[in-house]
């Protein structure tokens, strides 16, 4: 029942990011919510991942929250709104990061970024959230991870919208 304004962008790029808001903006009037849902995995350990593949997961799982945020916020402070990250509850379990620390780091990057927007926007009516399913859920990357038996042994991605939109009906700055 809602609309949508499908762009294309690349979340490393910020003027593309700005266009995209911009874009938004035009069409809309205004930003209610801001859902930030790229993402880059790669479970190596730091001998393993190279250089070019820790950028990528640093550009696309932190810089690109907080590039997005960057762009979204003035627009978002005007009447209230949501930003809501897919980004897990923060863990110092070294199990995640002896195993996969770059890309551990970069999610817990996007968790560190959900607590400090959500004080520092608290006064503007803006509701700073992270979502994480304990299940698997089925995209691309669980194909990578878990080949072709990936899908079979992970829930539908609607299950995320499903909460997503939960937490959108809830006014802003009451959770």
Known sequence: GGQALPIEVDVRNENQMEAMVQKTIERFGQLDALIHNA???Q?????ETSPKRMDL???????AALL?????IPHL????GHIIFLSPPLTTDPKWYGKYAPYT???MGMSLTTIGLAEELKEYSISVNSIWPRTLIWTAAIDMLLGPDGKSKSRHPKIVADAIYEILKTPPGLI
């Open 39 to 41: 993402g880059t995995v």
């Open 43 to 47: 479970l190596s350990t730091v001998e």
């Open 68 to 72: 997005c945020s960057h762009f979204c």
């Open 105 to 107: 780091i970069s999610k």
């Open 57 to 63: 997961m640093l550009d696309i799982n932190l810089r």
């Open 77 to 80: 402070k005007k009447q209230g």
